[in-house]
């Protein structure tokens, strides 16, 4: 058991914490395996800890993995039941890994199986059915000694904790939050990074989407220098393709030269100003028929940073546009994309509503509109957008930034992106009400705060922290029900 002390909270494990739904369509093989072991990894981990809540003792057994494994593989070919498997999680009705675990643990009959005193060695198994699309999960749990019930510290230390406040994720400024918000998602090997300046939002925030698309980050560089923290991580993750976002007026020759000493391929993409570049940004790297775009105005920062981190989500590009005219760039794009899901973020004061008939028009090449997501500020927008994308099983990672400046929440997108999660927006000194009804209503966790107390202050992560710790209330020993 001691290959369990070797999981972090990265990319793997936060990805599996926040599968909270599995009929997304068919992904590949090797994309399915890795689900499939991140997600029996995370239901193990959850059972050690929740056990260790009540005091108990738990142990990998081989029996009861294999009694797991043969009923999840029988249950994924068709073969209704529970083959022996103490407890089972159906398709479509109990999300996997922490969502199915928290239903478990809810339901009086299954809870007693998980958090049975003399039933200590445990088994998960975990198939996919034959199209990809859905987890089967069944769980056993059986009796072998009552050693193994007794709660070992030193045995506990080899399983990940979990943790039950937010993570917060900061540096001494922007490059080094952005590259920590990296190392902590981002394996070594990536296929991508894509490299903007840290100066201004635009170029990265049309390079989060195309990031999340190829798996990796979005770092941050100064015009004529890469920064030390940036340099870091690109030697750590030795990316086969560093993508210059903006010109030469931006990120200098000089950098771009710099950049081949941490990768073989280096690519620019630019136009003649914001609005070209996000379009050349997605005209690069989506083909026509997104499953979704997003629009947002490239005149201010908020409402395009929950645009960046929603799109990077459902695999679409974000464009800019001004509030009174559609750029031609931004036109011309939209329509090469065909989109059947263009959503424009902002009310009439950031995108005016022929602005708005436009985008629609040029999207879809009919008169069917666009959608939108709005809200009286930038927090109730931001929450907004979270809405339309996240389940309704709860669950789901969270990353949580300032909506008073761009950096950190840039950042944050890819990341959220990478583990299948979402971006809410703070004000520093307080939480918006919009954003703690949606904390609660998605029991968000794990949750990750960017940015040090300068950024998100204390007082707001302490806030964040109860809402987090509220999602383990079923983990108590005196939990009877909801």
């Known amino acids: 058991m001691s290959a369990r002390s070797g999981i972090r909270l990265g990319a793997a494990l936060v990805a599996a914490a926040a599968i909270a739904a599995t009929t997304a369509g068919p992904v590949q093989a090797a994309a399915i395996e890795q689900t499939v072991e991140s997600c029996r990894d995370r239901l193990k981990q959850l059972t050690v800890w929740a056990r260790a809540e009540q005091g108990l003792g738990t142990v990998e057994s081989e029996e009861a993995q294999a009694v797991a494994d043969n009923s999840a593989r029988l249950r994924a070919s068709g073969v209704d039941g529970h083959h022996q498997a103490s407890v089972i999680s159906a398709p479509g009705a109990d999300g996997p890994c922490d969502v199915t675990f928290e239903s478990l643990l809810r339901s009086p009959p299954h809870r007693r199986w998980v958090l049975r005193p003399d039933h200590c060695g445990m088994g998960w198994g975990v198939v996919p059915d034959k199209a990809g699309s859905a987890l089967f999960i069944s769980g056993d749990f059986i009796d072998v000694g009552p050693e193994a019930c007794i709660l070992d510290e030193t045995v506990l230390a080899e399983w990940p904790p979990v943790p039950r406040v937010a993570a917060r994720v900061s540096g001494r400024d922007r490059y080094e939050t952005t590259a920590r918000l990296s190392e902590r998602v981002f394996d070594p090997g990536v296929k991508a990074v894509f490299l903007a300046t840290g100066e201004d939002y635009p170029d990265a925030l049309a390079a989060g989407p195309a990031a999340a698309k190829l798996g ?53 993409v630019a136009g003649a100003d914001r609005y070209e570049t996000a379009a050349r940004v997605s005209a690069a790297f989506f083909d026509p028929g997104v499953a979704a775009l997003y629009v947002a105005t490239g005149e201010d920062f908020p409402d395009a940073l ?177």
Request: proline residues 6%; without cysteine.
């Open 306 to 482: 929950a645009a960046g981190a929603a799109a990077a989500k459902r695999g679409g590009p974000v464009l800019l546009t001004r509030k009174d005219a559609l750029p031609a760039s931004t036109e011309a794009e939209l329509k090469r994309l065909r989109s059947e899901w263009p959503v424009v973020v902002g009310g009439d004061g950031a995108v005016s509503p022929t602005t708005y008939w436009y985008i629609g028009y040029a999207a879809r090449g009919s008169l069917a509109g666009a959608a939108g997501a709005s809200g009286a500020d930038r927090y109730e927008t931001a929450a907004d957008v979270v809405g339309q994308v996240a389940s309704n099983l709860g669950y789901d990672v969270m990353y949580v930034a300032t909506g008073e400046d761009y950096p950190d929440a840039l950042a944050a997108g890819p990341a959220a992106a990478a583990a299948n999660g979402h971006l809410l927006l703070t004000r520093r000194g307080s939480m918006p009400k919009v954003v703690a009804d949606e904390l609660r209503r998605l029991q968000a966790r794990p949750v990750v705060v960017v940015g040090g107390a300068g950024a998100v202050s204390e007082r707001v992560k302490k806030a964040v922290d109860g809402h987090v710790a509220a999602t383990f209330a079923g983990w108590s020993k005196d939990w009877t029900g909801e």
């Open 216 to 268: 990796g980050p979005v770092l941050l560089t100064e015009k004529a220098e890469l920064p030390e923290a940036t340099v870091r991580e690109l030697t750590r993750l030795k990316p086969g393709m560093i993508v210059v976002v903006g010109g030469p007026d931006v990120v200098s020759p000089a950098v771009e030269a710099a950049l081949r000493r941490y990768s073989a391929t280096i690519r620019r």
